[in-house]
């Protein structure tokens, strides 16, 4: 059984930056794509971003493109999502997840396709 937990969010203002840490145990680690999503008040949890096993293939939603940066250590099985330049809609609960088979040449977006997830971190973006 795969765990994973959170950290690392917090209260920021418009234009700040936080990283997020998601700690895995259980599992491959390195072997298993990672994703990070959100879910605000009312609204689906969504994608945002994604990284492969190796850390070698990334991928984005639009809306963070070039602000949000996803990485992993494989060594400490842990993954990041250094988060800058941001903005009040941002604000979120954010959730890692990890997949139970093992990675391929494509990355997901879909929540459905993500079998692990941590208890979530809040981060709030004030005006």
């Known amino acids: 059984q795969v765990h994973l937990v959170e950290s690392g969010g917090g209260l920021v203002q418009t234009g700040g930056s936080l990283r997020l840490s998601c700690a895995a145990s259980?599992?491959?680690?390195?072997?298993?794509?990672m994703g990070w999503f959100r879910q605000a008040p009312g609204k689906e949890r969504e994608f945002v971003a994604a990284?492969?096993?190796?850390?070698?293939?990334?991928y984005y939603t639009d809306s963070v493109r070039g602000r949000f940066t996803i990485s992993r250590d494989n060594a400490k099985n842990t993954a990041y999502l250094q988060m800058n330049s941001l903005k009040p809609e941002d604000t979120a609960v954010y959730y890692c997840?990890?997949?139970?088979?093992?990675?391929?040449?494509?990355?997901?977006?879909?929540?459905?396709?993500?079998?692990?997830w941590g208890q979530g971190t809040q981060v709030t973006v004030a005006s």
């Open positions: 997840a990890t997949r139970r088979l093992l990675s391929t040449s494509l990355l997901y977006t879909s929540t459905l396709r993500y079998d692990y």
């Open positions: 259980g599992g491959t680690f390195s072997s298993s794509d």
């Open positions: 990284i492969s096993g190796s850390g070698g293939r990334v």
